[in-house]
């Protein structure tokens, strides 16, 4: 009973911290069951996997409903960040554990330097509408306004193309399949590591695509579902998610998520950051201690 | 589905890209609650049961036709299976409606996406019972 309400605990301490960082909670939960639960690595993944869909779909939801998600581009690379996570899913199946180890370490060392380089949000005006950070694994959200309904084109405006159809408001879609290769590589890192890839991709929309970061994180947040959906079904009939794990950590992430989505506006996280990082460094070194049996 | 537009002279969809969207998010943020719901019973099972995550042997592997009976008999892992699946089928959820959608808005290269993208999906499950048989 014990190790149920601190798995609850835990998974719900990484859905606030996940969300007031701007981050997911794969990157905080598969260590959390490595290394404080003893859950094997491949079982720690497929829970995580879980977990990112929760977040995902209540994430998505809110977004689609405010308009800031861009469905149709999501749509669009999705299919390819599921075909990465496809791939990915079977490979997580052929390498050995301590290759998936040294790989996690090296993600999160790329997180924790990310974080160090990111600069802080401006504080939101008062006029401008303010949304909840995204609940996948996103990075904070710098430009803090919602965009403008798209404009209809009058009718004698010739139609345009399939790649500006996945345009917004103000912005164009550029670099495509830079952007379709990017999310392969996403949806591999995803489905063998367990987290919901948005380290990759919303740098990848923003800076390749031209997509605004707050369309862009909103998007990745939509994505992040049929991604590790495409992986979690791998390790669900291959019998690695435990229901007494996955149940507890699903539950704990939600609710932490859910708060942390509601207060992260009133909280200045720069010294939570700084934690998070010295956190992320120290799991990093504890997980290539483990890859390489040291 | 679709009507005459007078004045511009093409099919207009009467389902728009505003109220797919909301559709989509009806159903993911109702989804949501109720996966969370079926899992909050199955923890709390689980919690009553003194059954420790932990250290509890075997888990119980993921078998669809046994979910209905394990529900109904109140064990935790009917409960905790129903949420998991439930969360897991989403996002297949989510394309299909969108498809759905894009088809009724006469959007079919969007409509063939999502269908591409529940191939992969497929892919992935057939994959996944190839390696497990």
């Known amino acids: 009973m014990t190790a149920g309400v601190v798995l609850l605990a835990g998974g719900f301490a990484a859905g606030l911290f996940g969300s007031l960082l701007g981050l997911g909670g794969g990157i905080l939960i598969v260590p959390l069951l490595t290394l404080g639960f003893g859950v094997p690595l491949r079982g720690a993944v497929a829970v995580s996997l879980v977990s990112v869909i929760v977040t995902s779909s209540a994430g998505a939801g809110v977004y689609l409903q405010r308009h800031v998600a861009n469905l149709r ?34 993600l999160m060392a790329w997180v924790a330097i990310s974080m160090i380089r990111r600069r802080d949000p401006p504080r939101p005006a008062a006029a401008v509408r303010v949304l909840p950070p995204p609940d996948g694994d996103q990075p904070p959200v710098p430009d803090a306004v919602v965009p403008e309904e798209p404009a209809e084109l009058p009718a004698d405006v010739a139609q345009p193309s399939f790649t500006d159809r996945l345009g917004g408001a103000g912005y164009q879609v550029r670099h495509l399949p830079v952007g379709m290769a990017g999310s392969v590589g ?10 919901g890839g948005g380290i990759i991709k919303v740098p990848l929309m923003h800076l390749v695509l031209g997509v605004p970061l707050r369309v862009a994180t909103a998007t990745s947040n939509m994505m992040i579902g049929v991604t590790a959906t495409s992986s979690a079904v791998i390790y669900l009939l291959r019998d690695e998610i435990d229901p007494f794990v996955a149940g507890p950590t699903a539950v704990g992430v939600f609710l932490g998520a859910s708060l942390g989505s509601r207060i992260a506006h009133r909280i200045d996280v720069r010294v939570l950051r700084w934690l998070f990082v010295v956190m992320l460094v120290y799991t990093a070194i504890e997980m290539s201690r483990k890859a390489l049996a040291l | 589905m679709s009507g005459e537009g007078g004045a511009v002279g093409r099919t207009q969809p009467r389902l728009d890209a505003a109220a797919i969207e909301a559709i989509i998010a009806r159903l993911l943020v109702v989804g949501t609650y ?37 529900v109904i008999a109140l064990r935790p892992e009917g409960f905790l299976w129903l949420g998991i699946g439930t969360v897991i089928a989403l996002p297949i959820g989510r394309v299909v409606v969108a498809g759905v959608g894009f088809l ?12 591409a993208v529940l191939l992969v999906v497929t892919v992935s499950i057939l994959a996944a019972l190839g390696l497990s048989g």
């Not at chain 1, 999501?74 to 996570?85: C, H, I, K, P, Q």
């Not at chain 2, 009724?104 to 269908?115: C, E, F, I, P």
């Open chain 2, 104 to 115: 009724a808005t006469q959007d079919r290269r969007l409509a063939l996406v999502s269908l």
């Open chain 1, 186 to 195: 996403a949806g591999v890192v995803s489905a063998m590591l367990g987290v």
């Open chain 2, 34 to 70: 109720l996966a969370m719901a079926f899992i909050l019973v199955g923890v709390l099972g689980m919690l009553a049961g003194s059954i420790d995550p932990m250290n509890h042997g075997t888990p119980p592997p993921f078998d669809l036709s046994r979910v209905p009976g394990d």
């Open chain 1, 73 to 106: 581009l999501g749509m669009v690379l999705e299919l390819f960040t599921a075909s990465g996570a496809l791939i990915g899913g079977l490979v997580a199946f052929m390498l050995p554990v301590q290759a998936l180890e040294g790989l996690f370490a090296a």
